[in-house]
């Protein structure tokens, strides 16, 4: 296996930038995950890894050595698309095949690697069928299937289930997994999809517009976001960002004054973002923090508040049932050992 290094990394097309700088570490044999939105440069960073593209600046490096070249297979790197890149008027055996016939392995060795990497992935009964043939789940399979013939180092997934439905999603992820648990491969996977990458990364690292915004676990990127873009990003609903200023210890929002138990770096009076997860906050009578009721939504083991806090948005999500009118003012308790703060100007977290 190999570890993966981003140096310096630039990239344009046309004279347009779409990788700003980018410093990297992915660790041998981990199961790294990037998401963001379309066009973030995630499929970029794919590309130079395989050794499709060359950066503008910056170098990467895999297993310590420098990628030079534009030879993805003599790299030991494979690469994962979705089903629609295999040759569709050959069989799955013919496309598992022709991965290895890539990798220049010996004529003798194809028929058992074939067999070997169907039968790791549940498809070895498919072989002669053609790939028109074949279901969206066993596509995918035999695209695996085809990166993993080459025994490579690396394997690159961009955005492999993607059209696919939730059902089948859910199957293939912990499929793939599994693969990884079994085999070790230091994998990179691109998906736009946070809650995907989150449940499937050691690794995970969210990127903004050609640029890192955090790269940690993703229990530490949930709990503890880098900054606003991270914060609202991950997660869904999107955290709540309620303008306040920093005052003794904790927020004042309109008259009510949040206490945060958090350590943060802020001075009083200082304007800040209160963040604060839907998921996040109980009912009590007692809370000086009253919203006004917008809707009410529920969805069977949840139900969903949209209120209005000092002439903001906030979203509660609960757990239990409950009723209220429209316009009815509802008091809410926060987990006060949750919240985050971050710097009203740059976006930053405060929170320590």
């Known amino acids: ?21 980018i410093d990297l570490v992915i660790d041998d044999g981990s199961f790294c995950a990037m998401t963001g939105p379309a066009a973030c440069g995630k499929s970029s960073l794919l590309k130079l890894v395989a050794g499709l593209e060359s950066p503008s600046a910056g170098q990467v490096s895999i297993g310590g050595q420098v990628l030079e070249t ?5 790299h030991g790197i494979a690469m ?40 790791l992935l549940g498809i070895e009964p498919f072989l002669s069928r053609l ?44 499929e793939i997994r599994r693969l990884h648990r079994k085999l070790g491969i230091t994998s990179i996977y691109a998906t736009r999809d946070p809650i995907e990458a989150m449940a499937m990364a050691d690794q995970l690292v969210v990127m903004g517009a050609g640029w890192v915004a955090q790269s940690s676990t993703p229990m530490q990127v949930y709990d503890r976001p880098a900054n606003t ?18 005052l003794h210890g904790g927020v004042l929002i309109g008259d009510a004054r949040v206490p945060v138990r958090r350590p943060v770096a802020a001075h009083d009076n200082q304007p800040v973002l209160l963040g604060i997860r839907p998921q996040h ?30 002439d903001q948005p906030l979203t ?9 009118d429209p316009g009815a003012m509802v008091r809410l308790t926060p987990e006060f050992d949750l919240l985050h703060v971050f710097d009203l100007a740059t976006g930053d977290s405060l929170t320590r």
């Not at 190999?2 to 930038?17: K, L, N, P």
């Not at 509660?316 to 209220?324: G, I, K, N, P, Y």
Request: net charge neutral.
């Open 229 to 246: 873009y991270v914060a609202n990003f991950v997660g869904k609903p999107a955290m709540n960002m309620l303008r306040g200023v920093w």
């Open 1 to 21: 296996m190999a570890s993966v290094e981003f140096e310096g990394i630039e990239q344009a097309y046309d004279q347009r930038r779409v990788i700003h700088g």
């Open 281 to 310: 906050f109980s009912l009590s009578g007692a809370s000086p923090l009253a919203a006004r009721l917008v809707t009410l939504e529920f969805t069977g083991a949840q139900t969903t508040l949209q209120c209005v806090i000092a």
């Open 131 to 174: 790939v028109q043939n074949l279901s969206d789940d066993h596509r995918l399979r035999t695209s695996i299937a085809r990166a993993l013939a080459c025994e490579p180092k690396v394997c690159l997934f961009d955005d492999p289930l993607i059209g696919l439905d939730e059902l089948l999603q859910a199957q293939l992820r912990e």
């Open 70 to 74: 534009r030879r993805p297979t003599r």
């Open 80 to 119: 994962v698309l979705p089903g629609d890149s295999l040759f569709g008027h050959l069989s799955a055996g013919e496309n598992i095949a022709f991965g290895v016939r890539a990798a220049a392995r010996p004529s003798g060795d194809i028929d058992q690697r074939v067999r070997a990497v169907a039968g």
């Open 316 to 324: 509660v999500l609960l757990s239990e049932r409950v009723s209220f």
